[in-house]
């Protein structure tokens, strides 16, 4: 087979990249090792920046988004049993919007399929070959049969445990990465939310945030050890824990059927570069964010924006500026995302430290809260950084 751009992965990052190509007119061929069932019911992520949004709709992609979506105009902290309100479209004039992912890769999917491009699911045993060159090659089985895909350029977005980035000389490559000494034991309830924004919640026994997916499934999540076992925990016991820790005066925290419950650990990391011959990498196979700041996905959508714009110039024009300047440009943002998502995450989370360090944590969350130039920093970063 012989393609332009071969996209490995058919997450959030690979397929926005294959439809802004198409819609640049330069030919792609999509690998995921999955099966379309797995991804398209995997639960992750559910908030979008106001620039995500307005890039997916911009594409022709977003229309169950805008009919579907929940738009947020703020968030909610909460610590000492008091609630305080950021207001997004007050500080910024921006939004957030409520949308899971396994919905957006839906849509997605269903545009790629519309396009008649190709796009093999379940494709194992992948290996990239000659990236130094110019016609890379992409080895894989499909259907019991093995292929070749000639291309001009791979596009690595099979996320953090992808062959992409492993092809990568490890001498070529540095690694920036922090272990976080907590995990997030999250639920899924048929249940309304119980908030009409999302909450994040500081607590002596630790940080709970309420979420949702839709106006009838609420999303929860409570700060426990990297290595627990959710199974450990009986409904009753969570839903125990979280009246304790969201608990506010006059909120009532509804309970409904959990449909779902998983332990997610929480790490910061970042591949430099994002680029090595004719290889780019994109989304989870270069970065990682804890979700404490909502960043993942939306990160995943900008560098396959920035990512096609450069292939365009590269493939379209013959212009490789962009493309010579992708990497040093996704770092840029990358590395003020990592910088929000940690400081998220160590101010809201318990953490084995020094009286002094807890009370410093809590001054911070005063000034937040009683500083306007502090609440349009957490503003700005939370409804989404330009994309250049």
């Not at 709970?208 to 426990?224: G, I």
């Amino acid at each position: 087979m012989r393609t332009q751009v071969a996209i490995i992965g058919a997450g959030p990052a690979g397929l926005t990249l294959a439809h802004l190509l198409h819609l640049h007119g330069i030919d792609s061929v999509v690998l995921e090792s999955r099966s379309r069932e797995y991804i398209e019911q995997r639960i992750r992520a559910g908030v979008l920046e106001q620039n995500s949004v307005d890039a997916l709709v911009a594409a022709g992609v977003g229309e169950r988004i805008q009919s579907a979506g929940l738009i947020h105009h703020g968030t909610l902290l909460r610590f000492g049993g008091e609630t305080h309100r950021i207001d997004f479209q007050k500080l910024t004039g921006k939004s957030v919007t409520i949308y899971s992912q396994h919905e957006l890769v839906r849509d997605l999917v269903a545009a790629r399929l519309a396009t008649q491009r190709p796009l093999f699911f379940e494709a194992s045993e992948v290996a990239l070959a000659e990236l130094g060159s110019n016609t890379p090659r992409v080895r894989f089985r499909h259907a019991g049969r093995e292929h070749e895909l000639v291309c001009d350029v791979v596009a690595g977005c099979d996320g953090f445990h992808g062959v992409s980035r492993a092809a990568i000389p490890a001498e070529r490559l540095r690694i920036f990465e922090r272990e976080y000494p907590f995990g997030w034991l999250g639920i899924l309830a048929d249940v309304a939310p119980s908030s009409d924004e999302l909450v994040y919640a500081h607590h002596p026994r630790g940080f709970a945030l309420l979420s949702m997916r839709s106006p009838t499934v609420s999303r929860l999540y409570l700060q426990c050890t990297p290595d627990e076992d959710a199974d450990a925990w009986t409904d009753e016991q969570i839903w125990s824990e979280l009246d304790v820790r969201l608990a506010a005066r006059g909120f009532a925290l509804a309970r409904g059927p959990i449909t779902q419950k998983g332990v997610t650990p929480m790490r910061s990391f970042v591949a430099e570069p994002m680029r090595h011959g004719r290889l780019f990498l994109a989304g989870d196979a270069a970065h990682i964010v804890p979700p404490t700041g909502a960043k993942g996905l939306n990160l995943a959508l900008a560098d396959a924006q920035l990512l096609a714009t450069a292939l365009e110039a590269l493939l379209g024009r013959g212009d490789a500026r962009l493309a010579d300047g992708y990497s040093q440009t996704c770092l840029r943002r990358v590395w003020k995302v990592e910088r929000f998502s940690a400081w998220m995450t160590l101010l809201l989370h318990t953490q084995p430290t020094t009286a002094f360090d807890h009370r410093i944590q809590l001054a911070e969350l005063e000034y937040l809260v009683g500083s306007t130039a502090a609440a349009t920093a957490l503003a700005e970063n939370y409804v989404g950084l330009p994309l250049y």
